[in-house]
């Protein structure tokens, strides 16, 4: 099975919204900043692309502000962690203030551990692997089989998610930056902002994890 990945950068915060797909326009949308509904109808509609899933990562508006617009087009379904649902409100109320659309998604999946999903329609498995702490409802996705790990506001390159909001804890983080830390080095990391990198990169570069392997 062979997978193309697709970038866009979308909305005030310049938020990574990444379309999964395969050889018969069969695709997973992780993440749905705002902007991106645009850019996704745009592509979709040019190059014949079905979307089966929007996975999100967290709960935050630059995240998931299009997510319920694309749904009603594509008729795709929205896969969340149920520890951020109670964040919806508030990203809706932000996104006001930045001056972007909103729509109450609806969730077709609730997550609540880390699972292995089989994907309908593109025949691959995606691991869920909850990493809270930037959210309590965080969670990164992990294409095994090509090595993807899609990471949200948990890790970056060079840095990671930010734990001083409400709905953030630096002990959970600390905990889930270990876990993703037990991946192998050669897995592509794709967070939500900035460019990719690797684990083995971050291990020996990040200097968040460096503090880590040192107290571990």
């Known amino acids: 099975m062979s997978l193309m990945l697709r970038r866009f950068v979308v909305g005030p915060l310049k938020t990574n919204v990444y379309m999964v797909m395969d050889l018969r326009g069969n695709s997973i949308l992780i993440d749905a900043g705002p902007g991106s509904l645009d850019r996704v109808l745009y592509y979709i509609d040019r190059e014949g692309i079905k979307v089966k899933y929007i996975f999100i990562t967290h709960g935050h508006f630059d995240h998931v502000s299009d997510a319920q617009f694309i749904k009603e087009i594509t008729n795709a379904k929205i896969v969340m962690h149920e ?32 699972l292995v999903m089989a994907i309908e329609g593109l025949g691959i498995e995606v691991k869920v692997i909850c990493t809270p702490g930037h959210t309590r409802g965080s969670v990164s996705f992990f294409f095994k089989n090509f090595k993807w790990l899609f990471t949200g506001d948990t890790l970056f390159k060079g840095t990671i998610g930010r734990t001083d909001f409400l709905e953030s804890s630096p002990t959970d983080m600390v905990k889930s930056l270990l876990k993703l830390m037990e991946l192998p080095n050669d897995v592509i990391v794709y967070p939500g902002h900035g460019d990719r990198t690797t684990l083995g990169m971050e291990k020996i570069n990040n200097p968040y994890l460096l503090d880590l392997m040192r107290k571990v």
């Open 83 to 114: 520890a951020d649902i109670q964040l919806l409100s508030t990203s809706r109320d932000i996104s006001r203030y930045f001056n972007v659309k909103w729509k109450d998604p609806e969730i077709d999946v609730v997550l609540s551990k880390d």
